[in-house]
């Protein structure tokens, strides 16, 4: 079952078009790259998703929810359930590891009796409980990388998306964000990496990748693995 649409969406800054005519869905639990030049559009379809931009044209629905005629009340619980990552991590610099998910959970309004627990499994599943009391600057590139993912994690969105999370990362540490991005998915989590490294793509073979050129949705290439149990012969009822 689908758990975000794009609908034929169009998105213009004044002369220049930065989606045009885009649709795809995205089933619930599935992984999905979006991968194109700089400039294509992958970053305008992160923006779309949280409701920082309305849409010029079309629709977009995540989990029931029709994101582009979305009232602005309703925009916090949007993002609550969509776990964002960027590429320059966006952490804040004076808060160590822990408070940076505090603050999260502050600002989305968590029990602060659940803050402890939920902090505690986001920092072991992304493998940073001995850092959890560290600054970002005292942290390496694929750390931060890291810290970001649970900071995103620690709402328990339904959908991660990681708008170039390896953008700035040697491959050895890239290649470690991207197994556990994998991890995470195969917890349950829809999750969503744009990304221009095409060696992530064909180590990743079993991921579907879609490729934006221009604003315009020019490719949507099945995981192997789903292509080939499309063409295993059914077996005949006798």
């Known amino acids: 079952m689908p758990v975000l649409s794009f609908d034929k969406v169009t998105k213009s800054f004044g002369s220049i078009v930065a989606l045009d005519d885009v649709s795809f869905m995205v089933d619930e639990g599935e992984f999905l790259f979006v991968t194109g030049p700089s400039g294509a559009g992958k970053t305008t379809l992160l923006r779309l998703l949280i409701r920082e931009y309305a849409p010029t044209s079309g629709q977009i629905v995540y989990n029931e929810m029709q994101i582009d005629t979305l009232r602005r009340s309703k925009v916090p619980a949007l993002r609550r359930s969509i776990g964002s990552v960027f590429q320059d991590f966006k952490l804040l610099n004076d808060r160590t590891v822990t408070e940076n998910a505090r603050v999260v959970l502050a600002v989305t309004g968590v029990p602060k009796d659940e803050w402890a627990t939920r902090i505690d499994n986001v920092l072991e599943l992304v493998g940073l409980s001995k850092r959890a009391d560290l600054f970002p600057s005292q942290l390496s590139g694929g750390e931060l990388q890291r810290a970001a993912l649970a900071r995103a994690l620690v709402t328990n969105p339904k959908l991660i998306f990681a708008d170039e999370p390896t953008g700035n990362l040697d491959w050895d540490t890239a290649s470690g964000v991207m197994d556990l991005l994998v991890k ?35 490719k949507d290439t099945k995981p192997k693995s789903k292509k080939k149990k499309e063409k295993e012969p059914k077996e005949e009822s006798k």
């Open 184 to 218: 995470i998915n195969k917890e349950g989590k829809t999750v969503i990496v744009t990304t221009h490294h095409k060696t992530l793509i064909e180590k990743n073979p079993d991921i579907r990748v879609i490729e934006l050129n221009e604003g315009k949705l020019v």
